[in-house]
């Protein structure tokens, strides 16, 4: 019974928090993001561990 109450909790938990953040969060328009193909592509950065390239 405890481990079932347990699952219980952690299952209403998950399905709580994708609620909030779904009802938070601003939508993803994907006409703004760069195409799957294009992504690494472009300039190398110039700070950080990508410098040492």
Known sequence: MNQRLLLIVFWLALLGYFGWDWATSDPVNT??????????????????????F
């Open 31 to 52: 006409f703004e993001e760069p195409p799957i193909l294009a992504i690494g592509s472009g300039q190398t950065p110039s700070g950080g561990h990508c410098s040492n």
